[in-house]
């Protein structure tokens, strides 16, 4: 049987929510994993952790991989700059010392001020960032400096909540300078473009939980994408999705790389259809087939998107309680 995952010679699989939930592997992504023969490259927005902590953390959780496979924002962002910049140029870093690292791997010259005019800025999350480094950072901007930002994630998960991500003290640099500054991660293409160079993929799979970054940048790109129900975006987001975050394949977990294409692939499945009535997406199994609530969530999405003037969802047949919770939530 053809199954997902051999239609593509690299996975670009995201972190959090898509293998991991903070100190636990999702349940199957270990097994889901390790049955492939694509190689795996793991690309994640987080600028704070180096690619081998990265990597020591996922085999810590059982997952197969070194720091060779891991992209992260950080590195991105450090090989904008030297593209740009000559070598040795000094570069203010908001940001953790893996991301001075990595802005010394380049051959720039990392510094914490904006004394001695400094050619750069580069910004990425760290929970000790204050108001002092975002003043340094500030200063260098004003006076000319050029300003990447690993990512731009508002939001961060933490057990305890959303935090402010780095998007959110991005954001104060900008309305203290008025400038907006070149984005590294996802969703903006630059991350994607590495990952795919580095891997040599000529037929990648992005996998990710969020249409906002993972999706999105997988679109920006041109790469057919999975999203996985295992983290922040929510059926009914998927099926509400708008075009540029709308992704190829939907599945509630990796368990879908192992199957066949079409199970995951957005498309009306048999055995259900759906239509838009007065402003209702009515979404309905004839009972001619076994209920999956996938197939209903992959036929709701397909029907939706080609839709408008719709707002809230209907599921009717028998046996559908499933698919009702998945979109009415
Ligand atoms: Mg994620």
Redesign the pocket.
């Known amino acids: 049987m053809t199954v997902l995952r051999s239609q593509h010679d690299v996975l670009l699989l995201?972190?959090?929510?898509?293998v991991y939930q903070g100190e636990q592997p999702i349940a199957g992504a270990v097994e889901a994993l390790s049955a492939g023969s694509e190689k795996q490259y793991f690309v994640t927005n987080n600028a704070s952790r180096s690619p081998k902590h990265v990597a020591d953390h996922l085999r810590g959780l059982g997952f197969e991989t070194s720091e060779d496979y891991v992209v992260t924002s950080a590195q991105v962002a450090a090989r904008m700059l030297a593209e740009k910049l000559t070598p040795g140029a000094s570069v203010v870093v908001v940001g953790t010392d893996a991301l001075s690292d990595e802005i010394s791997n380049v051959g720039l010259t990392p510094v914490r001020s904006a004394d001695g005019s400094p050619s750069a800025v580069v910004q990425g999350h760290n929970v000790e960032t204050g108001w002092g480094a975002l003043a340094e950072a500030a200063f260098a901007i004003r006076a000319g400096a050029l300003w990447v930002a690993t990512n731009i994630d508002a939001t961060l998960p933490t057990e305890r909540g959303l935090a402010p991500g780095n998007g959110s003290m991005v954001a104060a640099v900008r309305t203290a300078t008025g400038v907006e500054p070149e984005v590294a991660g996802k969703p903006a293409a630059p991350i994607m473009r590495d990952a795919i160079r580095l891997s040599s993929a000529e037929k990648p799979l992005v996998v990710?939980?969020?249409l906002d970054?993972?999706i999105a940048g997988a679109n920006a790109t041109g790469i057919p994408s999975l999203l996985v129900l295992s983290?922040?975006s929510s059926a009914l987001d998927a099926v509400r999705a708008v075009e540029s975050e709308r992704p190829t394949y939907i599945g509630f977990s990796l368990d879908v790389l192992n199957q066949a294409p079409e199970a995951s692939l957005v498309g009306v499945k048999p055995g259900w259809r759906a239509s838009v009535e007065a402003g209702v997406l009515r979404v309905t199994h004839d009972g001619s087939t076994v209920v999956d609530p996938l197939d209903g969530l992959l036929t709701a999405a397909s029907v939706a998107w080609e839709s408008t003037g719709w707002d809230t969802v209907e599921v009717d047949g028998s046996d559908v309680e499933r698919v009702r919770q998945l979109l009415q939530a």
Request: aromatic residues 0%; glycine residues 24%.
């Open positions: 995201d972190l959090d929510g898509t990710g939980d969020r970054t993972d983290g922040v």
